[in-house]
């Protein structure tokens, strides 16, 4: 574990505020959205005090200095992730943007109505939705890797489905956002290479967790988002293989993604401007990058291993509490997220009574419906973790779960108390 999680509390402001309830917040709602350092909030912050103007069309002063940061923010993403070229990593306003633009730019050029999308049922529906629209507009057809019943996906069965449906793009999440399962990205991609696939890596909820090498893994595509690994919203990356990239067209058209326009037509832009049309983030950028500098000053291996630890905590101290179901495999195969329901009580309540104790859990379908409907349940309360969370929080978390428990099943005894006469 890391050895004093407790000083980021004096590096994330937020963290040592108190709730509505009066209780001192334990955040564990981090695979929805982290929080951000001073470190994170200063560097945006100094930007539009001291150096902001637009990039990349200026020759004066702030417009140079505004242009080397934000490209200086490409240059820290591509070494976090270990791309071969800044020109593959593509700036987005998020994961979801991310995809899009995959499913349009090479979706559209590359798939057609007798072609096979696989994904797995444990998407985020960022990594659905686009296919299912891609569908609509191609023909194609969307099958799903199933989940076994330890909540696992088998690579024996994504070896079959892979060789029977010969897809053209296997789409996948890195670690589920529910079940929190880190998947063998790498040995996935060797298999959908076999076949000719091309990979797409939903890396959202892997990228602020472990140490990510986009050229050991292989993939074609990978996709992350700046607010779930400390840095701020509206900024995410796609990196793609810059052959991938250079064929396709772009997205969206306007200023900076052109080389030249005439009344007749228009060149694009080498890239990775090509897919960064209009005005980007750069204050974003420039924030998403100090944010990859402070969780790598942790160190990603440390990060991991110290949320290792808080998930066997809470998995274990939760498994143990009459009535509560954890929703995920077992602790040393998932690593920061432990998702649970808890008998007679819907998610809802459950994650409103924890706010009254102060802890910030999310509760609903997490935006995975496919997930939790082929699991036979429509909602989950989760507990996400980061390397700024502390093992007496998730003893906190216990504790209110045990409240729970007492609570709601006394109260469903006293329900059924006057319905016994009937
Ligand atoms: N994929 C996964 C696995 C996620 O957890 C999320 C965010 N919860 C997304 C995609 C979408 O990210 P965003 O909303 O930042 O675009």
Redesign the pocket.
């Known amino acids: 574990m890391l050895p004093h999680p407790e000083r980021f509390q004096i590096d994330f402001p937020i963290l040592s505020r108190v709730t509505n309830s009066g209780a001192a917040l334990a955040f564990l709602d981090n695979?929805?959205?982290t929080q951000r350092p001073d470190a994170v909030l200063q560097a945006m912050d100094r930007c539009y005090r001291e150096y902001y103007a637009n990039v990349h069309r200026g020759i004066h002063t702030l417009s140079e200095a505004s242009t080397e940061a934000y490209e200086q923010a490409r240059e820290e993403t591509r070494r976090f992730l270990n791309a071969r070229s800044r020109c593959e990593i593509v700036f987005t306003?998020?994961?979801?943007?991310?995809?899009n633009a995959v499913a349009r730019c090479w979706g559209d050029q590359n798939i057609g109505p007798d072609d096979v999308i696989l994904l797995t049922i444990a998407?985020?529906?960022?990594?659905i939705v686009p296919w299912h629209q891609l569908a609509s507009r191609v023909g194609c057809r969307i099958e799903f890797v199933p989940l076994e019943d330890d909540f696992t996906i088998d690579t024996q069965r994504v070896s079959q489905m892979l060789a029977e449906l010969r897809p053209k793009l296997f789409a996948f999440?890195?670690?589920?956002?529910v079940l929190g399962t880190d998947f063998p990205v790498q040995q996935w991609g060797e298999l959908a290479r076999a076949v000719g696939a091309v990979t797409l890596v939903?890396?959202?909820?892997?990228v602020p967790h472990r140490k990510i090498d986009v050229q050991q893994w292989n993939s074609d595509f990978v996709?992350?988002?700046?607010?779930?690994v400390c840095g701020p919203?509206g900024i995410?990356v796609l990196y793609g293989k810059e052959t991938l990239l250079d064929e396709m067209p772009p997205f969206l058209g306007g200023g900076a993604m052109i080389d030249t326009v005439t009344t007749s037509g228009f060149t694009t832009a080498s890239l990775p401007d090509k897919f960064e049309a209009g005005t980007p983030p750069i204050v974003e950028a420039i924030g998403l990058a100090e944010a990859i500098r402070y969780v790598s000053a942790i160190g990603m291996d440390n990060i991991h291993e110290h949320e290792r630890q808080l998930t066997v905590q809470a998995d274990e101290g939760l498994r143990a509490i009459d009535g509560v179901s954890i929703v995920g495999p077992r602790p040393d195969q998932k690593s920061g997220i432990v998702s649970f329901t808890v008998e007679g009580v819907h998610a809802h309540d459950v994650a409103q009574w924890l706010d009254t104790r102060g802890i910030a859990v999310r509760a609903g379908h997490?935006?995975t419906m496919p997930l939790h409907a082929s699991l036979g349940i429509s909602a989950t309360a989760r507990a996400s973790f980061y390397f700024y969370n502390r093992a007496d929080e998730v003893d906190r978390l216990i504790a209110a779960v045990h409240e729970v428990r007492e609570k709601f099943a006394s109260r469903g005894r006293r329900r059924r108390k006057p319905a016994s006469p009937l």
Request: some cysteine.
């Open positions: 695979a929805a959205s306003a998020g994961a979801t943007a991310a995809i998407e985020h529906h960022a990594n999440t890195a670690t589920s956002n939903d890396a959202a909820q892997a996709v992350f988002s700046g607010h779930k919203t995410g997490h935006c």
